[in-house]
T-cell receptor, first 110, second 113 residues
Framework: DQQVKQNSPSLSVQEGRISILNCDYTNSMFDYFLWYKKYPAEGPTFLISISSIKDKNEDGRFTVFLNKSAKHLSLHIVPSQPGDSAVYFC?????????FGAGTTVTVRA | NAGVMQNPRHLVRRRGQEARLRCSPMKGHSHVYWYRQLPEEGLKFMVYLQKENIIDESGMPKERFSAEFPKEGPSILRIQQVVRGDSAAYFCASYDRGGETQYFGPGTRLLVL
């Protein structure tokens, strides 16, 4: 069962512009949400997270928004840089278990 | 990724052989997860372990797969009698019960010929 969905498998954005990645979930028990970034042949690297009691968390160029009523979260990267080109995974947590989306491949064009 | 070690990074096995994947968690972390990533897919939960204890193995195939996390030494994911469908990237993550975030190792890429 796919409890976490990233419906856009890829995203291409020009350097300096905003990247917006979207994620939807179905399980209302999820209480913590994370974004991971992954380069080829490496493990996922934690990027940013948000608790279900918040609707926004910001860390430098990265901002995560959570809309609990819509069961939707998004990651904004601004400005996008060439080093941001990677696969981004959305993950949702309940108790100790993480459920991952299939990932969105972001390509930042010069 | 800092601190979570996995070895080997690449492993090639022939059908029917055994594969052993090792994971050393971050210092101070006593919880380990194993995930599998098939091509073009996200990470799928396999098993969650504490030292000397399997907490949740609901994502593990019923046969051929086993995992342990002994009191001393790394966590081991063992796949017996490998088949071509076992070819995947296997990631380990460690977790501190006082925190919320899992930190991943670099993964082991298993190729079954």
């Amino acid at each position: 069962d796919q409890q976490v969905k990233q419906n856009s498998p890829s995203l291409s954005v020009q350097e300096g512009r905003i990247s917006i990645l979207n994620c939807d979930y179905t399980n209302s028990m999820f209480d913590y949400f994370l974004w991971y970034k992954k380069y080829p042949a490496e493990g996922p690297t934690f990027l940013i997270s948000i608790s279900s009691i918040k609707d926004k968390n910001e860390d430098g160029r990265f901002t995560v928004f959570l809309n609990k009523s819509a069961k939707h979260l998004s990651l904004h990267i601004v400005p996008s840089q060439p080093g941001d080109s990677a696969v981004y995974f959305c993950a949702a947590a309940y108790d100790y278990k993480l459920s991952f989306g299939a990932g969105t491949t972001v390509t930042v064009r010069a | 990724n800092a601190g979570v070690m996995q070895n080997p990074r690449h492993l090639v096995r022939r059908r029917g052989q055994e594969a052993r994947l090792r994971c050393s968690p971050m210092k101070g972390h006593s919880h380990v997860y194993w995930y599998r990533q098939l091509p073009e897919e996200g990470l799928k939960f396999m098993v969650y372990l504490q030292k000397e204890n399997i907490i949740d193995e609901s994502g593990m195939p019923k046969e051929r797969f086993s995992a342990e996390f002994p009191k001393e030494g790394p966590s081991i994911l063992r796949i017996q009698q490998v088949v071509r469908g076992d070819s995947a990237a296997y990631f380990c993550a460690s977790y501190d019960r006082g925190g919320e975030t899992q930190y991943f190792g670099p993964g082991t890429r298993l190729l079954v010929l």
